[in-house]
């Protein structure tokens, strides 16, 4: 990156780029160190909606990766803070686990099945056809249909699975209405992060593995965005996308100690 401006924030992307499934990305734990011991702001962002911030901190605590709890950040708490500006303390029919639930509870929204204000469709292992055919119906009957994310699968250590997306597909072709997807690559989702954070994008960096969620809405954000060739996305795909990141490495091993150090920029790449 030729850009000189000063890099207050970072925010990342947790799958491919901090971790695969259960697996720390070597340099990941050391990344998440430098940006602690910097006292720089970060959040670590992701689509999954399945997991609150205390599990997902958890989660990676057991990969090595100690993040704060308060430093995470998912479509289901941009999803709750979304519909809480929009329609306050509303109601909402929930297909989802618990962090989506959790969100939504925390933002003082009702949980019903009875008129709600919005069908909220998130990620979980156990998509119901009861579940799925409770939603088309409300939303035959005139609810607002909300999906966190827009990621049609997702991985597992027994291969992919359903996700959002798919469902979402599902009730969209049995009701003829479309969802507003609030998580990547809604650039939403990026700025519902700097506002959390009280940053600006000028001064902000996103890091991603994948071109087209990652690195499309940060930059639709306004932000600086590195790929890292970690997860989805490889260096020969980058030139089949009609933009580009601002950098690309291999992870974010090296990217250490650039955030360890204040005055340097990354060189161009």
Excluded: C
């Amino acid at each position: 990156m030729t850009d000189h401006r000063p890099v207050e924030t970072w925010l990342t992307d947790m799958d491919g780029v901090l971790v695969h499934e259960e697996d720390a990305i070597p340099g990941a734990a050391e990344f998440i160190t430098a940006l602690e011991q910097s006292g720089r702001s970060f959040l670590v962002l992701t689509n999954n909606s399945i997991f609150t911030p205390r599990d997902l901190r958890a989660r990676l605590l057991m990969s090595g990766i100690d993040v704060p709890e308060r430093a995470i950040w998912t479509s289901a708490l941009a999803t709750a803070q979304f519909l809480a500006e929009q329609r306050p303390g509303g109601s909402a029919y929930v297909v989802g686990e618990a962090g989506l639930t959790t969100a939504m509870h925390d933002v003082g929204y009702v949980m019903t099945d009875r008129d709600p204000d919005y069908v909220v469709l998130g990620e979980t292992r156990t998509y119901s056809f009861e579940a799925i055919t409770r939603a088309i119906r409300l939303i035959e009957k005139g609810a607002r249909f909300i999906a966190t994310n827009p990621d049609p699968s997702g991985p597992s250590p027994a291969g992919t699975l359903p996700a959002t997306g798919s469902v979402a597909a599902l009730i969209s072709t049995a009701t003829g209405r479309q969802p507003y997807y609030i998580g990547k690559p809604n650039p939403l989702m990026m700025r519902s992060a700097l506002n959390r954070l009280d940053a600006h994008s000028e001064t902000t960096i996103m890091v991603g593995d994948r071109m087209d969620t990652d690195i499309i809405s940060g930059l639709e954000a306004g932000l600086r965005t590195v790929l890292v060739l970690t997860g989805s996305t490889s260096r020969e795909q980058v030139e089949h996308f009609p933009y580009r990141p601002s950098r690309i490495v291999d992870s974010v091993a090296d990217l250490v100690q650039f955030v360890a150090d204040e005055d340097r920029q990354p060189e161009q790449g």
